[in-house]
């Protein structure tokens, strides 16, 4: 998800809760008390790795399971190469100092896996 997507997805999320809430012109309060909870990139990192555990306790000849290892053939364009989903991803289990076999053994007990996902949470929404 490149940068300017995150901050459409962030505008509508903000507009929405304020169409939700009722809060129209004159009545304004910062966008700050408005996000208190959680912002969207920490929504969308959360789900993702909701889903991620979800993928890895499917079974190993299962197609989502598949496509989320599956890698293109061929060459792609010149240029910068495309952030992708599966980049995303490694780039954070790099971070994390993870790899793809602690993730599925980890991913096998839901509990663990969900203390893991809780603890990105708390990561994320502290600035680490």
Do not use: C, Y
């Not at 995150?6 to 505008?11: A, D, G, P, Q, V």
């Not at 989502?64 to 061929?74: D, F, K, Q, V, Y």
């Amino acid at each position: 998800m490149t940068e300017s997507d995150l901050t459409k997805l962030s505008t509508f999320h903000t507009k929405s809760l304020r169409r939700i809430l009722g809060i129209f012109w004159p009545n304004t309060i910062s966008s700050q008390q408005l996000l208190a909870q959680e912002s969207m990139e920490t929504i969308v990192t959360r789900r993702r790795w909701k889903w991620i555990g979800h993928v890895l306790r499917r079974q190993q000849d299962s197609i989502t399971r598949t496509a989320l290892h599956w890698t293109p053939e061929g060459k792609r364009k010149r240029g910068r190469p495309k952030n992708t989903w599966r980049r995303t991803v490694e780039g954070e289990l790099k971070t994390l100092n993870q790899t793809w076999g602690t993730i599925q053994r980890l991913a096998q007990n839901r509990q663990e896996w969900r203390s893991f996902v809780a603890a990105l949470h708390a990561n994320r929404h502290n600035g680490q």
